[in-house]
């Protein structure tokens, strides 16, 4: 069992590995932690709080001696601290919705692969039936009808992504149920439920990494659309989304209110696909021969 | 052929309802309701209205009774918008995001292929790497940060385009640049991929060692199993467009179904927002349907 559960993390060491060894990917890493570190750090970094209104820099561009390092909004208040709080929140929901929908979408496709039969069938034609609906707009209406809740967020956007992680599970719980380790498992009497939780999830690690870092910004992408509608976080609270279109109304006059929030998301996402991308082509069968 | 239809059609029942009664309770199980007003209303004018519109009755019966009306093809009326039915609404609503959608996703699949083309055949070069980035950008970059500035450089700064309503094709260029650049992105990343996988196979080879020129090759040979992926993908591409429509309608001022439903959402305008919904549900299957169709014309190994 134990040399099982370490071929999966050499999988992830290996992948880890060349990864790294990309100049693109490492820097994409980088820059990643770059981001998360200023929007923890945010309160360090600036004077001024995130609904503070400076009534002399209104609408000011960047600046270094006033400390509005991005310049200030409308009512005065500072693009740089807002831009890194309403991160915060962006990277918070971002993780959440993703940690949801992993959870509902490893369940749903280990239980559906590994029972096989009927009981898979049906699990998977749910799916599929689940996959024509045009989400967003549940998405909108649960947004309106509910109240802008933040937890609401986690939870709807969650629940409308976890079809695609729980087909990619299913199939590699296919192809693993009738390898040695699990039938020896269940040789020795260790019950269905433990089989899926002990040794099929565990083994499923790589593939999942790769889908989580493929989901986040996906994520993060639907939770700043809503915001940007006006149905996502609401103030005092705020997001890049939420940001960008306070930034679109401003951009004729204030165009780095528009600028500094697009560049943040924008390059979050952007990271986070390149790493998804790369993690995704480390992993790939067909690259890595030797590889079961 | 005919079978493969027949058994899609009974498939898509079950979508459908599951569809309709997921939007139904949700709208209905929603605080609030379509006579929701500052002033209050009376008691009786309130019962005379739910009457009139059957909403005193239990859920089950609403739905029955909105179901019996859908199959006559009668969506029912707008609460918000008087003297309007639903299928009047969307009727003018949706020759608009028809329209726009429509010439998005065309540009997303010539631009997004040609690109992608072109990458592959430049594989490893600076080419490559310059257009593959610019792809990625594409994909991470949202609609709603480019159409604002889009409309910032072309329309405000540059002045060559109107930055909204509805007009000439003047009007229509932007919003559909800011609808297609992400799947054109998107589609070009994925025509590389396959592509240089379809030119690195042996029938490839074989047609190279014949002497037929590179353009022979990629418009005989390569291209048709090259797009396969791009074709599989139109489905959730056509999803995103919807989406990205609602924002795109939005900024741009376009009176399309998009800025309709976030309108009746906002109003509690039942029948409306489920008349966009199931109309959307019932597009989305029949478009799911047609891929399916062009997939296996396309590629002769699946059978129907």
């Known amino acids: ?37 200023l ?63 992993l959870v509902i979408g490893v369940f749903w496709g280990a239980i559906a692969g590994y029972a096989g039969g009927r009981t898979d069938q049906l699990m998977m034609r749910f799916v599929d039936v689940m996959y024509a609906m045009p989400f967003m707009f549940f ?82 992408l639907v939770e700043s659309f809503l915001s940007f509608l006006g149905l996502g976080v609401q103030e005092p609270m705020t997001s890049w989304g939420a940001l960008v279109n306070d930034g679109a109304a401003l951009m004729e006059s204030a165009p780095w209110t528009l600028f500094f929030p697009a560049l943040f998301l924008a390059a979050t996402l952007f990271c986070f696909n390149f790493i998804g991308d790369g993690l995704r082509d480390a992993l790939d069968p067909r690259d890595s021969a030797g590889e079961s | 052929m005919l079978r493969f239809t027949v058994k899609r059609f009974f498939g898509a029942i079950p979508t459908l309802l599951v569809l309709m009664v997921l939007a139904f309770t949700l709208i209905r199980v929603a605080p609030g309701g379509p006579f929701d007003s500052e002033k209050q209303l009376s008691a009786e004018i309130q019962e005379r209205l739910n009457a009139a519109y059957h909403l005193d009755e239990p859920l089950w019966q609403q739905f029955i009774r909105y179901l019996g009306n859908l ?31 429509s010439l998005a996703m065309l540009l997303a699949i010539i631009a997004g292929v040609a690109i992608g083309t072109m990458a592959a055949l430049k594989q490893n070069t600076r080419t490559d790497y310059v257009v593959m980035t610019a792809a990625m950008t594409g994909v991470s970059v949202p609609t709603f940060v480019i159409a604002p500035l889009l409309v910032l450089v072309f329309a405000v700064t540059l002045q060559w385009f109107p930055a909204g309503g509805l007009g ?32 690195r196979s042996d029938y490839i080879r074989t047609a190279r060692a014949q002497g037929l020129t590179q353009i022979e090759i990629l418009f005989h040979h390569a291209l048709k199993p090259a797009i396969l992926p791009v074709v599989s993908y139109l489905g959730p591409a056509t999803a995103a467009i919807i989406t990205g429509s609602v924002v795109v309608e939005q900024i741009f001022g376009v009176p399309g179904l998009g800025r309709f439903f976030v309108q009746g959402a906002l109003n509690r305008d039942y029948t409306l927002v489920m008349g966009i919904v199931v109309f959307y549900g019932v597009l989305i299957i029949c478009f799911n349907f047609f891929v399916d169709i062009a997939y296996r014309w396309l590629d002769p190994r699946v059978k129907l």
């Not at chain 1, 509005?68 to 918070?92: A, E, K, P």
């Not at chain 1, 199939?171 to 439920?193: C, D, P």
């Open chain 1, 39 to 101: 929007t923890l750090a945010a309160p360090l970094l600036s004077p001024w709080d995130i609904d503070s209104t400076d009534w002399d820099n209104v609408a000011t561009s960047p600046s270094i001696e006033t400390a509005h390092y991005f310049g200030t909004d409308d009512v005065g208040r500072d693009i740089f601290v807002r831009t890194l709080y309403g991160g915060r929140i962006s990277l918070l929901v971002g993780l959440s919705a993703t940690m949801v929908s």
């Open chain 2, 71 to 101: 199959l006559q093809g009668d969506f029912g009326p707008s609460f918000a918008y008087a003297d309007y039915t639903v299928s009047e609404l969307i009727a003018t609503g949706f020759p608009v995001s028809l329209k726009l959608g």
């Open chain 2, 168 to 199: 000439d094709w003047r009007n229509l260029v932007l919003p559909v640049i800011a609808l297609a650049l992400p799947q054109i992105a998107y589609i070009a990343r994925l025509t590389r991929g396959s592509m240089i996988e379809v030119l």
């Open chain 1, 139 to 220: 998405v909108i209406l649960l947004m309106v009808f509910f109240g802008r809740n933040i937890f609401l967020i986690f939870v709807a956007v969650g629940a409308v992504n976890w079809l695609d992680m729980a087909r990619i599970v299913r199939g590699q719980t296919l192809s693993m149920k009738h390898r040695e380790f699990v039938e020896a498992a269940r040789a020795g009497g260790v019950s269905n439920l433990n089989i899926i939780r002990r040794h099929i999830i565990p083994n499923l690690l790589g593939v999942v990494i790769v889908y989580v870092t493929l989901t986040i910004p996906q994520v993060i």
């Open chain 1, 1 to 37: 069992m134990t040399g099982v559960s370490q071929q999966g993390h050499s999988l992830f060491r290996i992948a880890m590995r060349s990864l790294l060894s990309s100049k693109a990917t490492t820097t994409a890493l980088a820059l990643m932690a770059i981001v998360v570190l």
